[in-house]
């Protein structure tokens, strides 16, 4: 089967052909993301594989259809960027990685937590200046702090059982509770509970329009004032305006993101020659309290292999009839 690769990498091509072996599709590569734009090449294709800034809205999947598209493979668990209705309408089929390396993400977001907390990230830039202070670099025991993990599923999971190894008390939310994050010793928070006593919150949630800016003013105006907040799911779970004047206010005692509202055109490229024209991105990074790295947290080896073996077998199954194990449709 032929497959038009989206936005791809090095190391897309890298593990995707190594993962190719074994299925023996046609995979054409392309550095532009999936758009209305750059759609027209995906015409011939019987498949076009995607990541999480390409877009795949109602004008987008049309053309894809009149191209001869029948499936949208996406290289990763979120599908926030695809219409899942127009594709139904339109007989596309779409498919997802479910899951890839749940510890990839929450390795990473303990990483961000630790990173945020203890200033690694200034002191890293003072003692390349030979710069061996402390003052300003104070952080907190992280043992006996209350940390609130928004959306308890396998990575959410992951993250509540490191910071249990902590001795952290863990409380988490969610919309379906899990028995699981319970039998792991953490708890589901009361009723106003995570904005009240946190010392930390991550958010492990998918973006649907009801988890939309879940964080926002009014939620951290509830928040412990000085708490630190950590996201490596999605960037849309956050307005950063809110989040700015929060810093900037004391209200927020940290930020660390892998994940930007707006991150679409910057993150995954190099712009370091370049004049970044985002202002809000620009005045966020400005904060000696605050982390952001480019939407890395997934990116581990295992994780990666794990995605293009799970996304070309999705390919191998709808080339041959068969049903899809990792499909995804508006009743999802």
């Given at each position: 089967?032929?497959?038009?690769?989206?936005?791809?990498?090095?190391y897309d091509r890298?593990?995707?052909d190594?993962a190719n072996?074994?299925e023996g599709?046609?995979?054409?590569?392309?550095?532009?993301?999936?758009?209305?734009e750059?759609v027209?090449?995906?015409?011939?294709?019987d498949a076009?594989?995607?990541?999480v800034?390409?877009?795949?809205?109602?004008?987008?999947l049309?053309?894809?259809k009149?191209?001869?598209?029948?499936?949208?493979?996406?290289?990763?668990?979120?599908f926030?960027?695809v219409?899942l209705?127009?594709?139904?309408?339109?007989?596309?089929?779409?498919?997802?990685v479910?899951?890839?390396s749940p510890?990839?993400?929450?390795?990473h977001?303990?990483?961000l937590?630790l990173a945020?907390?203890?200033?690694?990230?200034?002191?890293y830039?003072?003692?390349?200046?030979s710069?061996?202070a402390l003052?300003?670099?104070?952080?907190?025991?992280?043992?006996?702090?209350?940390?609130?993990?928004?959306?308890t599923?396998k990575?959410?999971?992951?993250?509540a059982?490191?910071?249990?190894?902590?001795g952290?008390?863990?409380i988490?939310?969610?919309?379906y509770?899990?028995?699981e994050?319970?039998?792991?010793?953490?708890r589901?928070?009361?009723?106003?509970?995570?904005?009240?006593?946190?010392d930390?919150?991550?958010?492990?949630?998918?973006?649907?329009?009801?988890?939309?800016?879940?964080?926002?003013a009014?939620?951290?105006?509830?928040?412990?004032r000085?708490a630190?907040?950590?996201?490596?799911?999605?960037?849309?779970?956050?307005?950063?305006e809110?989040?700015?004047?929060?810093?900037k206010?004391g209200?927020?005692g940290g930020?660390?993101?892998?994940?930007?509202?707006?991150?679409a055109?910057?993150?995954?490229?190099?712009?370091?020659?370049?004049?970044v024209?985002?202002?809000?991105?620009?005045?966020?990074?400005?904060?000696?309290?605050?982390?952001?790295?480019?939407?890395q947290?997934?990116?581990?080896?295992?994780?990666?292999?794990?995605?293009s073996e799970?996304?070309?077998?999705s390919?191998t199954?709808y080339a041959?009839?068969q049903?899809?194990?990792?499909?995804?449709?508006?009743s999802?």
């Amino acid at each position: 089967m032929k497959i038009a690769v989206f936005s791809a990498k090095r190391y897309d091509r890298e593990f995707l052909d190594a993962a190719n072996v074994a299925e023996g599709h046609v995979l054409k590569y392309f550095d532009a993301p999936l758009d209305s734009e750059s759609v027209g090449l995906a015409a011939g294709f019987d498949a076009v594989c995607i990541f999480v800034n390409d877009k795949a809205d109602a004008e987008v999947l049309a053309a894809l259809k009149q191209g001869g598209t029948g499936l949208v493979a996406l290289r990763c668990t979120g599908f926030n960027n695809v219409d899942l209705k127009a594709a139904a309408q339109l007989g596309i089929k779409v498919v997802r990685v479910v899951t890839y390396s749940p510890y990839s993400v929450a390795e990473h977001a303990v990483a961000l937590v630790l990173a945020i907390n203890r200033k690694i990230h200034r002191a890293y830039n003072r003692t390349r200046d030979s710069n061996f202070a402390l003052d300003g670099l104070m952080g907190f025991d992280l043992h006996g702090k209350k940390v609130a993990v928004v959306g308890t599923g396998k990575i959410g999971r992951v993250f509540a059982k490191i910071m249990l190894g902590f001795g952290c008390e863990v409380i988490g939310y969610d919309k379906y509770p899990s028995p699981e994050f319970e039998a792991l010793g953490a708890r589901y928070a009361e009723p106003g509970e995570i904005g009240k006593s946190a010392d930390i919150v991550s958010l492990h949630c998918p973006l649907t329009p009801e988890t939309h800016h879940i964080i926002n003013a009014e939620s951290l105006a509830r928040a412990k004032r000085g708490a630190l907040l950590v996201n490596t799911s999605r960037g849309g779970l956050v307005d950063t305006e809110a989040v700015i004047e929060a810093l900037k206010s004391g209200q927020l005692g940290g930020l660390a993101i892998d994940v930007y509202e707006q991150e679409a055109g910057l993150f995954f490229r190099d712009l370091s020659n370049a004049i970044v024209t985002d202002d809000v991105l620009q005045r966020l990074i400005s904060f000696p309290n605050v982390i952001v790295t480019g939407h890395q947290a997934f990116f581990t080896r295992e994780a990666i292999t794990t995605i293009s073996e799970t996304t070309l077998r999705s390919a191998t199954q709808y080339a041959k009839g068969q049903a899809l194990t990792d499909e995804i449709t508006a009743s999802n």
